[in-house]
């Protein structure tokens, strides 16, 4: 019986790894640099700059975190170095 697939698995972590960060840099970065144009769209009352700044990118980190976890735990299982339940 052959090991796991190493570099498969790491090619296949590394790419999620970019994507996560990616995503996470957007939500950081290029999201608050557009605050004052984003203010001209109001939902809801809230202008969407402060909203993006005070909850809405708190909110995607969290939801990036869930996808993140489950991502890899299918990465894992795929390459077969999942841990048991």
Do not use: C, K
Not at 44 to 67: E, T
């Amino acid at each position: 019986m052959a090991g796991p697939d190493t570099e498969g698995h790491w090619g296949a972590t590394s790419r999620l790894m970019w994507i996560a960060l990616a995503i996470w840099a957007f939500f950081s970065f290029v999201i608050h640099f557009f605050v004052t144009w984003l203010n001209d769209i109001v939902i809801l009352g809230f202008p969407l700059g402060f909203y993006m700044a005070a909850q809405g990118s708190l909110i995607a980190f969290v939801v990036l975190l869930f996808w993140f976890a489950r991502r890899q735990d299918a990465i894992d299982r795929e390459f077969g170095v999942a841990e048991e339940d």
